[in-house]
């Protein structure tokens, strides 16, 4: 890529002027003026006064050109006979010069004529959409797609933020459907994809730069196998955007949340001794959850409440406090906040509803503005609370919760948060937290991220959410998390019935999801599709080790299954390992004459235990295989259990030598099967009764993390 | 459409001609023959041997039109100037009549020439490709896309069986990613409909009719407002297609199946008393099933077994034998199917592998002309066997089951009836037959389908298959049965992983998935894209009563399912109804200020029982509203056995009134939601714990099965 040599000052003056003149728009000049100084190409133009000039301009672009008259007097220059278009050598260009200016002097005699534009006319190649749009959670996206249809009707565009890096800018060019088209069809000529990628950085830096710019279309592209030209340039501005959300740095996020989520001393304003009060359910779940720190009821009457003594407000409480879970009603919260913030306690826990999504963004408004002056971070409100098991903490009115483990998931929505804990207790899913984010006044998913990312007690981050308030900072703490910890996401909202739905439920703004989609690609956001989904990754993807490689191979006694897990391994993405015959032939030495090698590997089913072992020990042993799937047919001859004991053997004894890779298996079979795939869950082995898609999605989804994270 | 009137004849003559050259395609002539005698519009054409003639014939085709000269002697036409494209008028026809002549003869003085053909010119309009190809398992199918880059990149084109109907063909134009185009896009205008329709219907009837017309295109046809004309026309013929699959009337085969499903005696060939032996399971499933028909061991020396007569040969049985369950090895069948022919049994079930699987195709050849030569019909071989609980009947050697209920379950492969028998004793799915079918010799899943059409204990189908050895067959039958009866079908081997896994374990050609597809819409099956789909179709769809409308709304206690049941509704083309202002105001009276009415009603979190029970009932009154999907949020105000319970109660309370509905439920919250969904599941309401997809999969199944079969 070319440096860009920028005047800046002058850009400066050009905006300058489109704003002091109150239009929305930039004109093609000014247009043509940001594209120079960006280094986008553009048709090359001139102006000629005299034929001969026009010959040596249009010699100097090459032909074919295009002249056009230019006159202040003449509006509609085609009607005037003022246009040539297709001028092909330097005799039709002086012909077109003089046939122009005679053409002009006919049609209105006393027009004053300035000259005749020559401009380079672009012929063939693929055309091509490259765009910017401004989100307002993402902000600035650079948008790539195929001219024509392609974009219009079947919606075939794929963003990236912007600025966007080369790398990003070259995965646009295979992030569309009809990709292939790129690499020519129908005896077609690839594009070049250096100059492709090299305009879509362009044009992500320069809306970058110049945050006025709101849409930017180049439309079309001219891309031919030996660059790229964009015909047309339309830029929309807006001088008049909304301030962005405040961003603390990343140290203060990581310092505030360490106080809200590990806490000295937890204050519970509004605690009560009723039962059925949310005050009395947060205090009895601090209590009975184990939590080791020191707890402060807070009510303005009461001595004591369950047994501590309960002050009239934080500031009488004698020690420092570090969060504060509130437990009042909406109306209450703004000055107990402020109490809050004179007693410097940094965390709010809001538990109440009954401000935005309740139709009162003021309260909302206000309490937001305590935090800020105080420099208090809120979490909420309309939110269950939180809980962090690593300090036996329930800082929540929901049920006391202490399956421990290194799974961090937090929720937009209360009832995806009780989903959570029913999940994670049935499914015996270790959890480090689960966290309440509600209306995200304030706390939002990128500040989790920063505390999970430092925190050796998560593994795991799994969120469900309706919108990010700050997309921007999601995606760049996610692209940065992602690389140690993988990162799920399970986004709400997807469709316009859902955003609708969305927007009624926490005042969501629930964003354009193609753009969700490429931006947690961009990130390495592993994307879940269903809730089960991302319950089950979260349980899941940290049991598995990382793989070391692309090479899958099935091992099954179900032939059945076999067929049906190899159309999920293509479904997730994985890719089936091509058996070496040597490696074809090693396993053939262990399955009978009928059974197949290849990949699947089909055992077939009336095999006894010693031929999974040998096979899946094989598959354990050989380096070039690097991820093993499993199907199991129940047979009198290999009962549930006599397998799930044998493989957890098998994984064992290989990891002594050193030896670890991911295994999954789905288990096909009578009832017995779900207590054999419960233990092999329980000993490493990701494993599903009655299911070839479940396991095999769980092995995707860490491959797609590892993929993202430049592990393979 | 307008009547073809054909002269069979001269077609046939035509083809004859073709054979009798060892040609396997058609000239363009004889094509547009076809065409013609077809009524499938082709650019019109005629042959002018005077100026006067070409003027004429171009009048009466209307301009613009081609021009090109007629000689046996020029083969170059363009080279020797003998082509003008784009006359416009009659000045110009004659005009370039008298040019081509004259420059003909300086190219080549001495050349004869026939005159000049003068060709309708096609502008414009949207190009179309209309096809047809021939399957190995579907027969002639037509097929319709866009022309370009939709096809060849996007792979975006729709196939129907031939002969297409017209409501086929519309569908068809609806039935590709890009149907908006044809309703035109930028302005344009949309094109003709029925025109379209009408020339895929001719092409479908004239591949039907000429089945050595192997291949066929109209690519590209030229859509407009005002009709469609196919520019060029390709087709190619094999005379030598394989025999197809012999077919038994309808009558034929429910009478043989009904023999072999519910036979009054059945006989065990290879019947052991040896525990672990095949032989010995099977009978030890037939007496401890509960099988109340006769039961003849067939072994060659003993007396008895397990307390029953054994008989050295089914010829020795002295009663009349319905269905003959081998279990010998696969060497031994020929010889005992044989013998079963000579008793006139009507049906073997094959358990032995051995055959086409396992390399030996001339062994199940061998079988398959005995079952055609006796007319025995053939279950297997390489099959588990079959169940048939209203008979108390396990003629498997699996374990025996006993779960009764409607769902009727297939499956090609022994270890995906393993999976169904699991999942059906542990989700407690009564069903009335689970079916291995294996190699499908002979017994295919239409006759399946035609057993069960009239099979009073069944209300569903699930079938798990890898290939269909008739998919005509199957098609005509499932689009009649799912009419009464609602068919899933999962298809493995979907993707070329998979296709090539299927090939190695049952021999089976999984074909190509687009056809499937759309052959499955086609028919009105029910397409599962998983193993647990098919598995939770088979057992929530028949528990639903049938819609009598598309009106879906959610009533919710989670806002937060709320949303994530609105996208699964989108995902699963259900119709959230818009609120009327009336139902909207009369849901708003139950629920709290806060709580958000619209669709989904959110009644919030807090409520007690009543609220949900207020809002449901009145969903379930309202006329307008034609079913419900419930998002429930444990809490302790209202306990998920409560909910469930109450749920249940204002069902019956409203069937008890003649008001039915389906209704579905999500649960979240802490694990005794599983509880609560399976006692709702019970009950007739389909409800999963920690799952919004789930539910409204089932639902959004019951309704494609609605639509499919004209209910709604």
């Known amino acids: 890529m070319e440096t860009i040599m920028l005047d800046r000052?002058?850009?400066?003056?050009?905006?300058?002027?489109?704003?002091?003149?109150?239009?929305?728009?930039?004109?093609?000049?000014?247009?043509?003026?940001?594209?120079?100084a960006y280094g986008i190409?553009?048709?090359?133009?001139?102006?000629?006064?005299?034929?001969?000039?026009?010959?040596?301009?249009?010699?100097?672009?090459?032909f074919p050109v295009v002249m056009k008259i230019v006159s202040p007097d003449i509006l509609h220059k085609t009607e005037a006979g003022g246009v040539v278009v297709g001028v092909k050598s330097e005799e039709e260009a002086r012909a077109s010069y003089d046939k122009i200016v005679a053409n002009a002097k006919t049609y209105k005699s006393d027009a004053r004529i300035a000259g005749i534009q020559v401009q380079q006319m672009l012929t063939g190649g693929q055309e091509i959409i490259i765009g910017a749009v401004t989100d307002g959670s993402f902000g600035k996206l650079v948008a790539f797609g195929l001219g024509g249809v392609l974009v219009e009707v079947l919606k075939d565009i794929t963003f990236r933020m912007a600025p966007a890096t080369r790398e990003d800018a070259l995965s646009m060019l295979d992030g569309i459907q009809a990709a292939e088209m790129l690499k020519g069809v129908r005896g077609g000529e690839a594009v070049d994809r250096e100059a492709l990628a090299d305009m879509i950085v362009r044009?992500?830096?320069?809306?970058?730069?110049?945050?006025?710019?709101?849409?930017?279309?180049?439309?079309?592209?001219?891309?031919?196998?030996?660059?790229?030209?964009?015909?047309?340039?339309?830029?929309?501005?807006?001088?008049?955007?909304?301030?962005?959300?405040?961003?603390?740095?990343?140290?203060?996020?990581?310092?505030?949340?360490?106080?809200?989520?590990?806490?000295?001393?937890?204050?519970?304003?509004?605690?009560?001794?009723?039962?059925?009060?949310?005050?009395?359910?947060?205090?009895?779940?601090?209590?009975?959850?184990?939590?080791k720190g020191e707890i402060y009821p807070v009510h303005?009457?009461?001595?004591?409440?369950?047994?501590?003594?309960?002050?009239?407000?934080?500031?009488?409480?004698?020690?420092?406090?570090?969060?504060?879970?509130?437990?009042?009603?909406?109306?209450?919260?703004?000055?107990?906040?402020?109490?809050?913030?004179?007693?410097?306690?940094?965390?709010?826990?809001?538990?109440?509803?009954?401000?935005?999504?309740?139709?009162?963004?003021?309260?909302?408004?206000?309490?937001?503005?305590?935090?800020?002056?105080?420099?208090?971070?809120?979490?909420?409100?309309?939110?269950?609370?939180?809980?962090?098991?690593?300090?036996?903490?329930?800082?929540?009115?929901?049920?006391?919760?202490?399956?421990?483990?290194?799974?961090?998931?937090?929720?937009?929505?209360?009832?995806?948060?009780?989903?959570?804990?029913?999940?994670?207790?049935?499914?015996?899913?270790?959890?480090?937290?689960?966290?309440?984010?509600?209306?995200k006044s304030d706390i939002d998913e990128d500040d989790l991220l920063c505390f999970f990312e430092q925190d050796d007690n998560t593994k795991i981050i799994a969120q469900h959410l309706e919108d990010l308030k700050d997309g921007r900072a999601f995606a760049e703490a996610a692209k940065r998390v992602s690389k140690t910890k993988p990162v799920v996401v399970l986004k709400a909202g997807r469709t316009s019935a859902g955003a609708k739905a969305a927007s009624s439920h926490t005042g969501a703004l629930a964003g354009n999801d193609k753009i969700y989609e490429d931006v947690f690609n961009q990130s390495g956001v592993i994307r879940a599709k269903s809730l089960r989904q991302l319950l089950d990754f979260a349980r899941g993807v940290p049991v598995l080790p990382t793989p070391k490689g692309e090479n899958v191979v099935i091992i099954t006694g179900a032939g059945g299954s076999g067929v049906l897990l190899s159309d999920a391994c293509v479904d997730n993405k994985l890719s089936l390992m091509t058996m070496p015959d040597d490696l074809d032939a090693a396993f053939r030495k262990f399955i009978p004459p009928f059974g197949a090698a290849g990949n699947p590997v089909d055992i077939t089913?009336?095999?006894?235990?010693?031929?999974?072992?040998?096979?899946?020990?094989?598959?354990?042993?050989?380096?070039?295989?690097?991820?093993?799937?499993?199907?199991?047919?129940?047979?009198?001859?290999?009962?549930?259990?006599?397998?799930?004991?044998?493989?957890?053997?098998?994984?064992?004894?290989?990891?002594a030598k050193g030896i670890e890779k991911p295994m999954v298996a789905s288990l096909a079979g009578d009832v017995e099967v779900e207590e054999a795939a419960e233990y092999l869950y329980a000993h490493g082995i990701p494993a599903y009764a009655y299911s070839t898609e479940l396991p095999v999605e769980v092995l995707g989804a860490k491959y797609r993390w590892a993929r993202g994270a430049g592990l393979l």
């Open 605 to 655: 089913g009336g095999e006894p235990p010693q031929t999974y072992k040998n096979t899946v020990k094989l598959g354990l042993e050989d380096e070039r295989i690097h991820a093993l799937i499993l199907g199991y047919w129940h047979t009198i001859v290999t009962p549930p259990m006599v397998f799930a004991k044998l493989m957890v053997e098998v994984k064992d004894e290989m990891k």
């Open 9 to 36: 000052s002058a850009i400066r003056g050009l905006f300058d002027k489109v704003k002091s003149e109150g239009r929305d728009a930039l004109t093609a000049p000014e247009g043509k003026i940001l594209c120079d």
């Open 300 to 439: 303005p009457k009461a001595e004591e409440i369950l047994g501590y003594k309960a002050y009239p407000s934080v500031t009488a409480i004698p020690g420092d406090v570090d969060t504060a879970v509130f437990a009042i009603p909406a109306k209450f919260v703004a000055g107990a906040l402020k109490e809050c913030g004179e007693k410097k306690i940094p965390g709010a826990v809001l538990i109440p509803s009954g401000f935005a999504e309740a139709g009162a963004p003021e309260l909302q408004d206000e309490i937001v503005a305590i935090g800020r002056e105080y420099n208090i971070r809120l979490m909420g409100p309309n939110i269950y609370g939180f809980y962090y098991t690593p300090e036996n903490l329930c800082a929540t009115f929901c049920t006391a919760f202490d399956v421990k483990g290194s799974a961090a998931l937090s929720s937009q929505s209360g009832g995806i948060g009780m989903a959570i804990i029913g999940f994670s207790r049935s499914a015996k899913m270790g959890v480090s937290a689960i966290v309440g984010l509600g209306n």
């Open 203 to 291: 044009v992500s830096q320069l809306v970058s730069d110049y945050p006025e710019i709101v849409e930017l279309d180049l439309n079309p592209v001219f891309a031919t196998k030996d660059g790229a030209i964009a015909a047309d340039v339309r830029i929309v501005v807006d001088f008049d955007q909304p301030e962005p959300r405040p961003r603390p740095a990343k140290e203060e996020i990581v310092a505030a949340m360490n106080k809200i989520m590990r806490p000295r001393a937890v204050a519970v304003i509004g605690a009560s001794a009723e039962a059925g009060k949310i005050g009395n359910s947060v205090m009895k779940n601090l209590i009975n959850g184990g939590y």
């Open 41 to 62: 190409k553009v048709p090359q133009e001139g102006l000629a006064k005299t034929a001969d000039e026009a010959v040596s301009l249009a010699g100097s672009m090459g």
